[in-house]
């Protein structure tokens, strides 16, 4: 199908057209909304960003070689094709449907929303549909893939930008691959990114603070994280999975249209799929599970609590898709520990890794980890809190860290233009106690991580918490190579020597 600017007209049906003569049938080779990666014959969209507005780029984008603009406003300095739009990240999405021929509405497309797991249940749920022998691609914060064998693709977002999405799913039909298994970030929803996409099913993992620098409210928060299950078609091929023990669940059922397939999961509340009798260990953990299609054994390789719901997330919706019980156990059974999620990287002292950077991902990871203390070992918890994000979360973490570990070190995490000190500073009036023997701050994280090692016995946890899997840190405008991984394997070769 051609891609002119006279055929995105036609579809697109802008409000004005801006210095059209004679471009009409230029042909459109791709999206673009960064002038600087843009390429001669990109159609160039102008998006408002956070810190940046797109408007005012529209003239490096022309000088890169862009065919068109697509603009909220009029831009009397450029005389070039500038095709007027109420919305620009609107736009961006059917744009890049058209462009890519609307290759969702050929995909088993499931979307998993929350604000802690949802990384760890897409792997899940991705080894659930290998098991079942059909071919699956994940997209989520660690990247895109096109199998569990194949190495990540890095989008820069947990749900990357809507044209590069439906570029995305395009890329997984030309390898005839027609499920998908993708996280769905707050951000995403509310910034049109998966306007265009086709939801099969949806995923609750959870509701807790976090992004509200963004949506202000916890109001707002679950009104944009709803919307991924009031979008689904009103029919019994679609479901939702919902987790009973989270206090937001009655009103995310009340979102989901009636003839939707619901399928809810928990420990605490009754639900249709139950985890009963759970043990945790160093190695992982146990449970029995309940469900409609019988009670089985599960042994998972990881543990802790979050660990449990999230396989039971993953489960229920592989239930929902009719794979069999059996191989959705056999699935969660070979799933190791994801990247950054309780990973473990060193044991005497045990070292643990771990994304937690909201109230309730501290809460989740720290409880986590004293379930595996030796008796006579100490919970060393190593932390920070990112910059340029929701400050309120902040000392609330620092009272959860005083609670549950027996030291705490706080440091900095990615402080982006904050100043670190502050970061620091917030953290520590949540803080009731600052003994030096309970808490130490140490700002550059290297040596906090360098201390928590230098301070620990062979019996003792030590959780590395915030950036996980991130192999950088964000410093005023520099981005440097950082890995806590690495980072805590050279603490204890040099304690070592």
């Not at 803080?431 to 360098?450: G, Q």
Request: glycine residues 6%; contains cysteine.
């Amino acid at each position: 199908m051609s891609k002119s600017i006279k055929n995105l007209i036609e579809y697109l049906k802008p409000e004005k057209i801006y210095n059209l003569s004679g471009n009409e049938n230029i042909e459109i080779t791709g999206i673009s909304f960064n002038s600087k990666t843009l390429e001669t014959g990109n159609l160039f969209i102008c998006i408002k960003g956070e810190h940046v507005d797109g408007h005012n780029f529209a003239k490096n984008a022309v000088d890169s070689g862009a065919v068109a603009i697509i603009s909220e406003k009029e831009l009397p300095d450029i005389s070039f094709p500038v095709l007027q739009v109420k919305n620009t990240e609107l736009a961006v999405a059917q744009i890049g449907a058209w462009f890519y021929d609307f290759p969702a509405k050929e995909i088993n497309l499931i979307g998993i929303t929350g604000t802690n797991g949802k990384t760890t249940v897409t792997h899940l749920l991705e080894n659930i549909f290998e098991k079942a022998d059909l071919k699956c691609g994940l997209i989520g914060t660690l990247g895109n893939r096109y199998s569990s064998t194949d190495k990540y693709i890095s989008s820069g977002h947990t749900t990357p930008q809507a044209s590069d999405l439906q570029k995305v799913f395009r890329d997984f039909l030309d390898k005839d691959i027609k499920n998908v298994v993708m996280e769905v970030s707050s951000h995403a929803i509310e910034q049109h990114r998966i306007d265009g996409c086709v939801f099969k099913g949806a995923v609750l993992t959870n509701i807790t603070q976090d992004h509200l620098d963004y949506h202000i409210t916890m109001g707002n928060y679950f009104l944009a994280k709803s919307k991924l299950f009031s979008s689904l078609e009103n029919n019994t091929e679609s479901f939702a999975v919902i987790n009973k023990d989270d206090s937001y669940a009655e009103r995310f059922i009340e979102a989901t249209p009636s003839n939707v397939r619901i399928l809810t999961y928990g420990i605490k509340n009754k639900a249709d799929i139950m985890a009963k009798n759970i043990e945790f260990s160093v190695y992982g953990s146990k449970f029995i599970c309940v469900t409609p299609f019988g009670t089985k054994d599960v042994n998972l390789q990881m543990t802790g609590m979050f660990s449990i719901y999230n396989a039971l997330a993953a489960m229920s919706a592989g239930l929902a898709e009719g794979i069999d019980l059996n191989v959705c156990i056999e699935a969660l059974e070979s799933t190791p520990s994801v990247a950054g999620r309780f990973e473990v990287v060193a044991r005497k002292p045990l070292v643990i890794v771990d994304y937690a950077h909201t109230p309730d991902g501290l809460e989740n990871v720290l409880k986590a980890a004293q379930e595996i203390v030796p008796h006579d070992g100490k919970l060393i918890c190593v932390f920070g809190c990112g910059g340029d994000r929701d400050a309120t979360k902040r000392p609330q973490m620092g009272r959860i860290a005083e609670v549950l570990a027996d030291k705490v070190i706080i440091t900095s995490d990615n402080p982006r233009s904050e100043d670190p000190q502050q970061i620091i500073t917030d953290i520590l009036s949540g803080i009731k106690s600052l003994s030096s023997s309970k808490v130490i701050v140490e700002i550059d994280r290297r040596a906090a991580i360098e201390t928590s090692v230098r301070i620990s016995k062979e019996d003792d946890v030590i959780v590395l918490a915030g950036k996980g899997h991130e192999d950088y840190q964000i410093l005023n405008n520099e981005t440097i190579h950082f890995d806590d991984r690495e980072e805590a394997k050279k603490a204890l070769e040099k304690l070592n020597k």
